[in-house]
C-alpha cells in the first residue's frame, strides 16, 4: 500500500533521546548551490517520541518532515544535543582525555617559565576548558593541559578518546503512541552543486561525437543509494541561502527580508570521461542519461548514487553523434565616427576574422552553459570555450581561433559634403557622403562560409553583394544619425580575393 505523508511545522523544547537518520531516497542538485534532499524510513520511538539528526544547511522555509496519515505528526520540537564521537588522538590534551586511570608523569611549565615533573595518575579531564584532574601521593593536582607539554604513560597508552559533539536534532512527537513512526523529509539545503562540461571530437569534415558529463560538488551531507536528478536551470530563491531559524540555538529576527540568490563558483571540470568500446578505442560510443522537461526546468536522471561529505564524483550524462559546419565571421566596429570627428584618413585597418564551428542541437537534450573542450580527428587540441545554453534544435557556436590565413581590410573615404544641408530652427546641420571598401583575402586550400558584420552611425544608402541592412533602435548623436549595420554573408573559394563596398551619410552640427 503507497504510504501517504502529512507535511507539520515545528516547536523547541529540551528532551534527550536516541538519534536515528532516515535512509536516503532522492537528492536533486542544482547549478546554484542548492539541492532538495529527500529521506524515508521508519523510526524507533522512545516515550512516545522520534529523534532524527536536523540538516546542517537547510535553507529558510524549506525543511518539511511529515508521517503517514493513519498517524499523523502533533508536534516537532528543535534542540541541541550534546553526543559522544570517538576520536583519533592528535594532541597532549587528547591524549590525557583517552587515558583516564591510566599512570602517567607529566612535564608542564608553572610559574615563573620553571618546568616540573610530576607522577601520579590521570584521575579526570573536563574537555570544554582543558582542565586535568592529577592524583599523586600528595594530593590532587588541577592543571590545565595547555600548559603541559609532555606525558610518559607507564603502560600502554590508547590513541583515541570520546569527544564531544553538538548536534542539532529533530523530536518528532505523533498523535498517537507506536513503538515506530513512518516519516519522510523534504527539504533544500546549500552546499552541494553540480558542474557541467562538454567534449566535442571531430571526426571528420562534418561529423562529430558530443559527450556531456557532470561533477557533482557535495559539502552537505551524505548521499547513500539515492535516486539522483541533475536541473538544467535555476528556481526562484527569495531567500537566497539564507538558513533556517530551525538550525541554530538563537532567536532569529522576525523581520525577514528577501536577499538576492546566491550562486556557487562554477568550476571547470578537469577530467575526461573515457567510455571505453569493445575494441579499446575512447570516446566512440554513444549512450543516454534519462531526462525530462518541467516547466522551465530539464531534469537529467542519474539514477541511484551513493557519493559522501566533502566529496566530489564525475558522472557521465550523454553522448551523440551530430553534425557540424566550419564558420567565419568579422565584425568591424564604427572606427571613423565621422559625426564626431569629421575625418577620414583613407587608410586600411586590419580586422580578425574568427573561425568557428556552428552546431544544431540534436542531442534530443538542451545544453546548459558550460565549458568544451574540441578536439580534432587528430587528437590534438583546437580550443576550449564556453557553450551557451541552447534548447533541444536550435543552433549553437563554438568558437576555436583567429583565422590566420583569411585576411580582412576595412577602409574608408569621404567623397562629399554639404555644410548647408538644412537648418531646424536656429540649428545648422551638414551632411556628408562616405564609401567604405572591404578587401577579403580567403588564402585557405578550402572554401570557406563567411559573416561580416559592419556597424557604422548613419543612413546605409548603398551595399554591394545583397547585403541586409539593419537600423537599429538607438540613435546616436541628437539623434539624427541612425545606428545601422550591414551583413554580408559569403563563399569564398580558395585563393580568392573578394571586395565588398558600402555608401552612407551622416548628419552633423554647424
Known amino acids: 500500500m503507497k504510504k501517504i505523508f502529512v507535511f507539520a511545522a515545528a516547536f523547541a523544547a529540551m528532551q534527550t533521546f536516541a538519534q536515528t537518520a532516515l535512509n ?116 590532587n593536582l588541577w592543571i590545565n593541559a595547555s600548559k603541559i607539554y609532555q606525558v610518559e604513560f607507564k603502560e600502554t597508552e590508547n590513541t583515541s578518546f570520546v569527544a564531544d559533539s553538538l548536534k542539532r536534532m529533530v523530536v518528532v512527537q505523533p498523535e498517537k503512541a507506536a513503538a515506530n513512526l513512518s516519516m519522510q523529509e523534504f527539504y533544500l539545503q546549500s552546499g552541494m552543486n553540480w558542474v557541467p562540461s562538454f567534449f566535442l571530437k571531430l571526426k571528420d569534415e562534418k561529423n562529430a561525437r558530443l559527450e556531456m558529463k557532470a561533477l557533482i560538488e557535495n559539502g552537505g551531507e ?5 535516486e539522483a536528478e541533475l536541473v538544467v536551470g535555476s528556481p526562484q530563491l527569495a531567500y537566497g541561502l539564507k538558513a533556517d531559524p530551525m ?24 577530467a575526461m570521461m573515457a567510455e571505453m568500446a569493445s575494441d579499446g578505442d575512447a570516446f566512440t560510443g554513444n549512450f543516454d542519461t534519462e531526462g525530462e522537461k518541467t516547466g522551465d526546468l530539464y531534469f537529467y536522471k542519474l539514477g541511484k548514487i551513493s557519493i559522501s561529505k566533502n566529496t566530489k564524483g564525475t558522472f557521465p550524462i550523454f553522448a551523440k553523434e551530430l553534425e557540424y559546419k566550419n564558420k567565419y565571421n568579422c565584425a568591424i566596429p564604427d572606427a571613423v565616427n565621422f559625426y564626431a570627428t569629421r575625418y577620414t584618413n583613407n587608410s586600411e585597418t586590419k580586422y580578425d576574422v574568427y573561425h568557428s564551428l556552428e552546431i544544431k542541437n540534436t542531442a534530443g537534450v538542451p545544453l546548459t552553459s558550460a565549458p568544451i573542450m574540441v578536439l580534432n580527428d587528430k587528437e590534438q587540441f583546437l580550443a576550449q570555450d564556453k557553450i551557451e545554453y541552447t534548447p533541444s534544435n536550435a543552433i549553437t557556436s563554438v568558437k576555436l581561433s583567429k583565422a590566420i590565413d583569411v585576411i580582412l581590410k576595412n577602409q574608408e573615404e569621404e567623397t562629399s559634403r554639404n555644410d548647408n544641408y538644412k537648418k531646424v530652427g536656429k540649428a545648422n546641420f551638414g551632411k556628408a557622403t562616405l564609401k567604405g571598401t572591404i578587401t ?36 546616436y ?26 555608401e552612407y551619410e551622416v548628419q552633423y552640427n554647424m
Open 24 to 139: 536516503s531516497k532522492k537528492v536533486t542538485v542544482y547549478s546554484n548551490g542548492t539541492a532538495l534532499i529527500v529521506n524515508e524510513g521508519t523510526v524507533a520511538t522512545k516515550n512516545g517520541k522520534a529523534v532524527l539528526p536536523l540538516p546542517e544547511k537547510a535553507l529558510y522555509g524549506a525543511y518539511w518532515i511529515g508521517s503517514t496519515k493513519e498517524n499523523p505528526i502533533k508536534q516537532i520540537n528543535f534542540r541541541t544535543d550534546t553526543l559522544k564521537k570517538q576520536k583519533r588522538c592528535e594532541n597532549v590534551a587528547e591524549f590525557l582525555a583517552g587515558n583516564i586511570g591510566k599512570q602517567a608523569t607529566i612535564s608542564y611549565t608553572a610559574s615563573a617559565n620553571l618546568d616540573k615533573n610530576v607522577s601520579g595518575t590521570i584521575a579526570d579531564f573536563y574537555q570544554p576548558t582543558d582542565m586535568l584532574k592529577f592524583k599523586t601521593d600528595k594530593g
Open 222 to 226: 551524505n548521499i547513500e543509494n539515492a
Open 247 to 270: 538550525t541554530y540555538d538563537y532567536v532569529s529576527n522576525q523581520n525577514i527580508a528577501p536577499s538576492a540568490p546566491q550562486y556557487m563558483y562554477k568550476a571547470a571540470g578537469r
Open 440 to 475: 577579403i583575402e580567403n588564402f585557405q586550400e578550402t572554401a570557406i562560409e563567411l559573416k561580416v558584420t559592419k556597424n557604422l552611425t548613419g543612413e546605409v544608402n548603398k551595399q554591394s553583394d545583397n547585403a541586409n541592412v539593419t537600423k537599429l533602435k538607438n540613435y
Open 477 to 502: 548623436y541628437t539623434g539624427i544619425n541612425p545606428s545601422s549595420e550591414i551583413k554580408w554573408e559569403l563563399n569564398l573559394k580558395p585563393n580568392e580575393k573578394k571586395t565588398l563596398t558600402y
